[in-house]
Every structure is written in structure tokens, then in C-alpha cells.
């Protein structure tokens, strides 16, 4: 044993191992261990004495006092140092050990959940129904390719041969709006019976090149380090010079209004400025431009593509790669509680089984959120509140065949491989905005639904797609965890049923009547609002992004050159959402994070 005397002389030469020091001390299975100037590790029970006099000659620099005992429940023998310790098993988290494994560095990921993924899974969701539906993100745009083959990733994405359908039902009036993927001569067709004239076609095109304009310099980029704001502005050139100011420097809503007139266009090209955040088209914060700028810059162009299989096939593969390195090992149900941080190492302490436990690293890479790495560390976190709270309810259903729409234009399965808006009309989005916002579930609903197995239907067992069952995924608007905070249960029923009415009025017959069954009878409806999701995922307040996203740029020029990731701690850096230019299935804070890993231990890239 150390003696109480020992323990408060480490405490006094060494401050910054404080956080592991006053760490209870484990009853059982806790071995007491320290590194060696050599690196060697030994018992400090049998060398206390030879550790003693290294700290008081001050020669000692190094920090981890103990290691974990190794874990032996799930059959192998987890390590008591690794180069890296991924803190979240997140998507985000794996690509970042797929490139540090990749470049010789050994890993562990500890995921707090029974399963990897985070928000990044597929399962069976409905009982006895063998349908592996993406729980929660269901399309990807913002995956670089370049990710794809540096860690030579088998994953195939599909594109969707509707981009949307948009219904609405003004003063009685039923309204519609059919938008293909290549086909302009048909979509500059349809803008114009629905609006009498040209205008709104020319304007959304003006808006799609302004896009374009600021893709072309803001995409790219985003594997790279930081630039600043002027930089990225003057790459832009003389002729991105309106597409600057309208995306960036002004609220959306001017540049929505002064190119787009009708009401139902507005709200469906400002929806990409909404999705899972509460904003509004001049909002002074311009939470809605920077909301808008990540949904419509992914590879260049915007498009929204199916991941095959699902998107837990993205994290099956990112785990075959991280496990074909023979350099990471993975640890789930392990949740990390608190992370002491040494000038040259950190001290991961996690809990798995009850059980207390403990790996040193030579640098953390954080994928939970920033609030999350502050409960760890310990350190202040004070963010905007509006920054923080996520707005985004989630259903997963489950139909035994697809509904007869109500349209002039189209059929079910044209509408839901594209995404199909209901009641996202710009006043209306306005108004759901301000009623949610002073503590009301919004009147009208807005959402947002899509088909998965209408572009691939490798998810349902052969038995379920030759019986013509089809997924429905549905993502809501202006729903904030506070709305659900103290009645979560209730108002998640209330919410369901009114969505389900909100479908009705664009179909020839109820949605209920289509949804299939579960082995217990049960219709095949799954719904999460931001309190389940911070319960299930631990997304902070339920926010999908972790936080607000961020520009893709930095204000001054001392920030220029990082990669975003960085912490106030040199050995510790975020590699999720809470990243800059973090935020959807991008994997780019994960590369990021493993870009700056790699420069802190000098290595060179795959
Ligand atoms: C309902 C929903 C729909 C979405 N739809 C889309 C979409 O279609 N397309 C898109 O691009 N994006 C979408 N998103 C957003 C996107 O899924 C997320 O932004 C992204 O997946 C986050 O990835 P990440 O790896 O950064 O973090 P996460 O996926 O949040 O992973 C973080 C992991 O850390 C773990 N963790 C947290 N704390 C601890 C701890 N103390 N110890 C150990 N582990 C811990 C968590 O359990 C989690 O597994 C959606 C999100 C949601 C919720």
C-alpha cells in the first residue's frame, strides 16, 4: 500500500495529477503503477522509495501514477498504455483510430454504449421484423471521398432519383411541387405550374450557382488546416463576391426573399438552413446560414446520397479496417468518467461492469461532446444556451406497403425516394418556430420523410421486400428538449400522432393503415424526441450536432493552421461533432483530430 504521507508529497510536487490522485483509490484489482524514465512500468508498492527521491530530485516528468487492471470479461486482455484512447466510439471517433492504427499507433476506443456508432447505427428495430433500419442519420453528403480511400473503406452510396416532393394546403388549396434529380427541363416545368411564371426557377438556380461558388472553396478545405475568414473570402474572387455576402455575412432570409417569391419555395429551399437546430431566416446569430452552408457544400454539389446497407454499414466497415490494423482494441458499455491530464500523458479512467478502471495515453482524442470532455476533465464549460439545445424529433417506421399519396404529379414511390416536406411552408416554419419557442408544440408540424428502401433495399430481408414492404423515416423540426424535458413519454405520444396527421393530409388514405406489425401486434413506430436522444446517444440537450456548428473558417490569424480540434490541454483534442467544422456523417473531425495527433507525434500520414 501507499502510505496517506506519500500520496499528499505527489500532490504537492506534481499539481497537474491531481485529478488521479484524489480519484478513489479502487478496492480491488487496482494496481498502483508508474513509467519509468525508461518508460518501463513497476509496482510504486515496491518502488516507492526509489520513486520518492525521482520526485524530490525533480527529474520526474512524467505523469500517469496508475493503470488499469486488464479486462478480462470479454474474453481479452485490454492494454495498460496505448498511444491513443479514443473517448467515444462514435463514427467520428473510429475514422480517427482507422488513420492513427493506420500509421503503426496503437488505440483503444471506449464506448460508453452496449454498441459502436453513435448516432451512426442500423438495427433491428421492431421486434421479430427483420428490417435493419438507420436508427438515426440516414443520408450522407459531407463523407469526403478522400476518407473513403485513404482508409480504403468498402462503402457504396447511392444517389436518389427524386430530390423532392413538396406538398402544401394554402387557403383550402392543394399545392404541390415534384423536384427530380437531372432533370432541369422537367423541374424549370414544374416550378412554373406551380407558380405561373419563371422567376422562382431563375432565382433558385441564381441561389444553387451561388452555392456552387462557395462549395468550390469551402468543401475542399475541410480535410485541410484552418484559414481565415478573409483568406477563404478572397479564394472566393471577385465573382464569388455576392455569393460571400449572401451565405455568409448576411441573414438568409435576404437573400431568400430578394431571389424566391412563393411561400412554399422559400420554406423548402430554407429547410437545409433548419435541420436540427432552432433558427429563423434573420436570425442575428446566422446559426440558419452556417446550418445552411454544411447541407449544401457535401463533394461540391449538396447531393444527399443512401449509404447501402444502411448507415450502420459505414460503421461496420470503419470497424473491420480499425481491426485489420491489429492495433485497436475496443472496449463498449465503457463509460469514461474522468480524464486526468499530465504535461506528456493522460490518464483515462473508465467504468465498465460496475467496475472501475484505468489506461494512460499518450493523447485523447474526445468524440463525446465538449460539455461531456469538460465533466472529464473537470475544466469550465459556459456555452451560448442557444448554441446547445437540439430541436430534432426522429421516427422510424415500418409500412407493409407505401400509401397512395394525394398528387397531380406523382405516385408514393416517386415522392419518398426523394424527401418529402410537410407543413414546412416559410410563414408557417416562421410560426412553428416562435409557438415552439415559447414553450408550445407548434401548431403544424413541420418534418421531413424519406424512403430508404426505395434506393436500396438491402436492409428488409428477402421475405419482407417480396411482400413489397417499404422504411419511412421521418426527421421534425421546432421540437426543443425543453418542450419534452419534464413529460417526456406524453408529449412524445402527442407529438407521433399529431405527425401522423400531418401525413394524412397529403395521402388518399391513413399512413396507420399501411404500418406493419411487430411480432407482439404493435405497430412498427419508433419515435425519439432530443430527450430520448440524449438519453439513448448522449447528445447534450439532444442536439444531433453536439452544439452549434461552426464556420468552416477561423476570425484571426493566430487560429490559422489548426485543425480544429484542439483543447486547452495540448494532449487532449476533440475528434466529433463538437469540433470545428464538426457536426453530420462527415468524418471530418475525425480525420482532423487524427491529423493533429499525427503532427503532436510526428508521424507522417497514410
Ligand atoms: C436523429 C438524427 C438524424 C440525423 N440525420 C443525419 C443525416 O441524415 N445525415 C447526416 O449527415 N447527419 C445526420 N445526423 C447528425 C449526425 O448523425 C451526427 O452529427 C454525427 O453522427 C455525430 O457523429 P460523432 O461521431 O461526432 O458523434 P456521436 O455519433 O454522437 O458519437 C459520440 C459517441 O460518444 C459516446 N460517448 C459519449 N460520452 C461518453 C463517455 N463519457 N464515455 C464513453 N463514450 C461516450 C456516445 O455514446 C457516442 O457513441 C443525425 C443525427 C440524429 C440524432
Known sequence: MISAGFLQMIRDRIPESQAVINAPLRKAFMLVLFIDFDGSMADIGSRESSFHSTLLSGKMSLYCLHTAVTE?????????????????????????ACYLALAGKSVLVLERNAAMGGATQSRQVFDGVDAKISVYSYLMSLFPRKIISDLHLDLSLRSRQTASWTPSIQDGKFRELLILNDDPIGNRRAFLELTGNQNDYRGYLKLQEMQQQLASVAWPGLTEPLVTRKEMQEQMGKDGTRAWEALIEEPLGNVLESLISDDLIRGLVFTDGRIGVSTYPHDPSLLQNRSFLYHVIGQGTGEWQVPVGGMGALVNELIRVAKSTGRVDFLTQAEVVRLGVGR??????????????????????CNASAQELARMTGDPWQPEESDIEGAAFKMNMLLERLPKLRSNCCEASEAFAGTVHIDEGYEGMLASYHESQSGKIPTKL?????????????????????????????????LPYRLFENDNERLRNEVVEKYLMGINQYLEEPIEKCLARDVNGIPCIEAMSAVDLENKIHLPKGNIFHGGLTWPFVETRDEAGLWGGETNHPNVLLCGSAARRGGAVSGIPGHNAAMKAMELLQIQTV
Open 344 to 365: 506528456t500523458q493522460c490518464c483515462v479512467e473508465f467504468e465498465m461492469d460496475g467496475k472501475p478502471h484505468a489506461i494512460d495515453a499518450l493523447i485523447a482524442l
Open 446 to 478: 413541420p418534418g421531413e420523410i424519406y424512403c430508404h428502401t426505395l434506393t436500396d433495399n438491402s436492409i428488409l430481408s428477402e421475405d419482407l421486400n417480396r411482400r413489397g414492404f417499404h422504411t419511412l423515416t421521418l426527421f421534425g423540426l421546432d
Open 72 to 96: 478480462q470479461e470479454k474474453g481479452f486482455m485490454i492494454k495498460t498504455k496505448y498511444d491513443i484512447a479514443v473517448l467515444g466510439g462514435g463514427h467520428n471517433g473510429l475514422v480517427a
